[in-house]
């Protein structure tokens, strides 16, 4: 199994990001799928969490609101949609079940002025 996320960059306080996980190896409709975060010596935090029908969705609370996780299970692909983004939400992104496979390289959000 192999997750390769994409869609990190360099943004301003205020804007927007789309993140995407492409999986193989793997059929993802079979699975929930999450959304993590981690900074370097930090523990990974939680963010997202789409139910593998993507009908149940849940969210950390420091997202909750401007934050969107979707899946499109046809492409096998899973989305965060960030909105209003702080300095804080600062790290990189990674996608996975709970840690069910290896983690991918992730990728960076870097959110400054």
């Known amino acids: 199994v192999q997750l390769v996320e994409s869609g990190g960059g360099l943004v301003q306080p205020g804007q927007s990001l789309t993140l995407s996980c492409a999986a193989s190896?793997?059929?993802?409709?079979?699975?929930?799928m999450s959304w993590y975060r981690r900074t370097s010596g930090k523990e990974r935090e939680w963010v997202a969490t789409?139910?593998?029908?993507?009908?149940?969705?849940v969210y950390a609370d420091s997202v909750k609101g401007r934050f969107t996780i979707s899946r499109d299970n046809d492409k096998n692909m899973v989305y965060l949609q960030m909105r209003k983004l702080k300095p804080e939400d600062t790290d990189v992104y990674y996608c996975?079940?709970?840690?069910?496979?290896?983690w991918g390289e992730g990728t960076q959000v870097t959110v400054s002025a």
């Open positions: 789409i139910e593998r029908s993507g009908g149940g969705r």
């Open positions: 190896g793997v059929t993802l409709i079979n699975y929930d």
């Open positions: 996975n079940d709970d840690s069910r496979w290896p």
